[in-house]
């Protein structure tokens, strides 16, 4: 079984930086993605980045130009760099991992607040 554990949310203010990390452990195989998906207060969860088992990746439209999904394999690790931050990135932040099959694991996600 598949858990994953997300970190590196926190307050930041507009402009600023922030490097969200998720961590994969348990029986890890046969992935076909990994992502990160925001749910801000009284909205639904929307996607904002993904990695595919090749490499390719995939961003929303709000994120693009400021923000980077990477993975380290060996690590089981996928992480989100966001950069110049606006107050509308704010939200929970989720980890998601995705198999072949398409199961989907979901993490308990990780507060990101950019005040103004």
């Known amino acids: 079984q598949v858990q994953l554990v997300e970190s590196g949310g926190g307050l930041v203010q507009a402009g600023g930086s922030l490097r969200l990390s998720c961590a994969a452990t348990g029986i890890i195989s046969n992935i076909d993605s990994m992502g990160w998906y925001r749910q801000a207060p009284g909205k639904q969860r929307d996607m904002v980045a993904a990695i595919r088992g090749g490499g390719t990746t995939n961003y929303a439209d709000s994120v693009k130009g400021r923000c980077t999904i990477s993975r380290d394999v060996a690590k089981n690790t996928v992480y989100l760099q966001l950069n110049n931050l606006k107050p509308e990135d704010t939200g929970v932040y989720y980890c998601?991992?995705?198999?072949?099959?398409?199961?989907?694991?979901w993490g308990r996600g990780t507060q990101v607040t950019v005040s103004s």
């Open positions: 998601n991992i995705m198999n072949i099959w398409g199961l989907t694991t």
